[in-house]
């Protein structure tokens, strides 16, 4: 399996929407992070949707290396 690209080594703290869906972008190349826009095209990577239940801050990987994706769970500390 190929990579991804590491965007930053911190999550990315944004402020969401309850009802509205986000899609993380796994590859770490969009110029849009932590958000798809299209880049993973032609690679194995695809982006992951995130349903925010409520209004408030969601921490997404900026890592790309989360096992609980698209939400940071430490993995950029071993990085």
Same mark, same amino acid.
């Given at each position: ?5 590491i965007?930053?080594? *911190? ?6 929407? /309850? %009802? @509205?869906?986000? #899609?993380?972008? /796994?590859? %770490?190349?969009? *110029? ?5 826009? %299209? ?8 982006? @992951?949707?995130? *349903?925010?239940?409520? =209004?408030?801050? *969601? #921490?997404?990987?900026?890592? @790309?290396?989360? &096992? &609980?994706?698209?939400?940071? =769970? %430490? ?5």
């Open positions: 399996m190929v990579e991804p690209t965007a930053q080594k *911190a999550p990315y703290g944004v402020e969401v929407e /309850a %009802g @509205k869906t986000y #899609y993380w972008c /796994a590859c %770490g190349k969009s *110029a849009k992070q932590p958000f798809c826009d %299209g880049s993973h095209k032609g690679s194995e990577f695809a982006p @992951k949707p995130y *349903a925010a239940d409520k =209004d408030g801050t *969601a #921490y997404f990987c900026g890592c @790309k290396h989360t &096992n &609980n994706a698209p939400m940071c =769970d %430490g993995a950029h500390k071993s990085l």
